[in-house]
């Protein structure tokens, strides 16, 4: 299984250039000092929330893995076999 890491830093500067790109392709005036500090920390905390639901995925993921892997390890084992009961006799008195 790969592990992936995925930070806040990395998730943080993708999503800050993103959405400068597509305020520079509104042509809206040059932003601001104001614009720009919103901007990143707007960027923060959706990078924080991405990171926890992907956090949350890939445990579910794992936990799945794990769930499969148990019931394989358990279909590989020996089947135990019912034994027929024993017939009674009756007794006469």
């Given at each position: 299984m790969e592990k992936k890491n995925n930070s806040k830093k990395?998730?943080?500067s993708l999503i800050n250039d993103a959405m400068q790109e597509v305020?520079?392709?509104?042509e809206l005036p040059k932003p601001s000092k104001k614009v720009k500090k919103l901007l990143n920390r707007n960027a923060k905390k959706i990078a924080s929330i991405y990171t926890d639901l992907l956090k949350r995925e890939d445990k579910k993921k794992r936990k799945t893995e794990k769930l499969i892997e148990d019931k394989g390890a358990t279909a590989n084992k020996k089947v135990k076999t019912i034994k027929a009961p024993k017939k009674q006799t009756?007794?006469?008195v």
């Amino acid at each position: 299984m790969e592990k992936k890491n995925n930070s806040k830093k990395a998730l943080r500067s993708l999503i800050n250039d993103a959405m400068q790109e597509v305020i520079i392709s509104l042509e809206l005036p040059k932003p601001s000092k104001k614009v720009k500090k919103l901007l990143n920390r707007n960027a923060k905390k959706i990078a924080s929330i991405y990171t926890d639901l992907l956090k949350r995925e890939d445990k579910k993921k794992r936990k799945t893995e794990k769930l499969i892997e148990d019931k394989g390890a358990t279909a590989n084992k020996k089947v135990k076999t019912i034994k027929a009961p024993k017939k009674q006799t009756l007794a006469t008195v």
